[in-house]
């Protein structure tokens, strides 16, 4: 099942790519035979210095060699510019971040959220590594209303270090969306704050913002709803890189169609962030990734 739904995913991508889609391919051999790097090593996107613990999680491999989810860096890449701004919702280790920060330049600026604080010490470790750039690093999550709240955090932890299925970066505050992997997961209080509320407090121009990247583990609808300024902006809309998330049998259910019904009230045009064709909510997996713009 799993291999089928992989090959389903690579022709959608090879499709609207070949190219990037045979550098997929090289990468991933590169990866495969090259040799263990230590308990923690530093990559480089360009300039940029990104520092990995190995020791997190098999996934932290992924971010060395600069094989995490590539299909997503023709995104990045067609909307961010020297000197635009990046807003990273859910940076966990701040991979996004560093690659973002590689293209908005040292005049351009990365705003990264991250609450659980053995991810957010990564996030504020690339800030200290470049500090030619402009990188703030906000121990907070993104949420509808400012205060407190708990989080269901998957930790580093060794009994955990090959299972991709719940891994360091599923962390969530949806409520009960991690009730099944309770053996997995550790409760802490993060603080919240508004995106909107956020911005305004940082005087951040809506029309700098080259990108906002969103990935929450289910909490998508409360982030969009504190940002209701930044969505209906007047002029070109911000583009929005989100991870959405369908699964109407639990008892929380979880419906990525209520998110693109919600982004096209406000204007924005939903695309399968693989293909870039438009989404077809009615036939969403569990978990999807749309550029909307």
């Known amino acids: 099942m799993i291999a089928a739904k992989t090959v389903r995913f690579y022709s959608r991508y090879a499709t609207s790519d070949p190219l990037g889609f045979y550098d997929i391919i090289r990468r991933r051999l590169v ?14 996107f360009g300039e940029v210095r990104f520092e990995v613990d190995l020791s997190m999680h098999k996934i932290a491999k992924k971010f060395y060699f ?27 280790c701040g991979y996004w971040s560093a690659f973002a920060l590689s293209l908005v330049g040292r005049s351009g600026a990365v705003h990264a ?7 957010f010490a990564s996030v504020k470790r690339l800030a200290e590594l470049n500090p030619g750039y402009r990188i703030s690093a906000v121990n907070k999550a993104c949420g509808a209303v400012a205060g407190t709240a708990r989080m269901a955090a998957v930790l580093p932890n060794m009994k955990n270090f090959g299972n991709y299925r ?22 802490i209080d993060v603080e919240i704050i508004p995106l909107d509320e956020y911005l305004a407090q940082n005087f951040i121009d809506l029309s700098s913002i080259g ?21 209906g902006k007047s002029g070109p809309k911000i583009p929005i890189l989100c991870e959405v998330l369908t699964d109407i049998t639990r008892p929380n259910p979880l419906k990525g169609a209520d998110i693109v019904e919600k982004l096209s009230a406000f204007g924005y045009r939903c695309l399968d962030a693989t293909s870039l064709r438009p989404v077809q909510p009615e036939n969403f997996g569990f978990e999807e990734n749309l550029i909307c713009v």
Do not use: C, W
């Not at 990866?31 to 480089?44: K, N, P």
């Not at 909307?79 to 990046?86: A, D, E, K, R, Y």
């Not at 990108?211 to 930044?230: F, H, N, P, T, W």
């Open 66 to 92: 600069h094989t995490h989810e590539m299909f997503l860096e023709r995104i990045f890449r067609r909307h961010l510019q020297t000197g635009s701004v990046f807003i990273d919702i859910g940076a966990n």
């Open 113 to 119: 959220f991250e609450p659980v604080p053995a991810y």
């Open 166 to 187: 719940t891994n360091i970066g599923s962390s969530s505050l949806a409520d009960g969306f991690l009730d099944h992997a309770r053996d997995l997961t550790t409760l």
């Open 31 to 44: 990866e495969a035979v090259s040799r263990d790097t230590g308990l923690a090593a530093v990559t480089r």
């Open 211 to 231: 990108l906002i990247k969103i990935d929450v583990e289910g909490y998508e609808k409360s982030v969009l709803d504190g940002m209701v300024s930044a969505l």
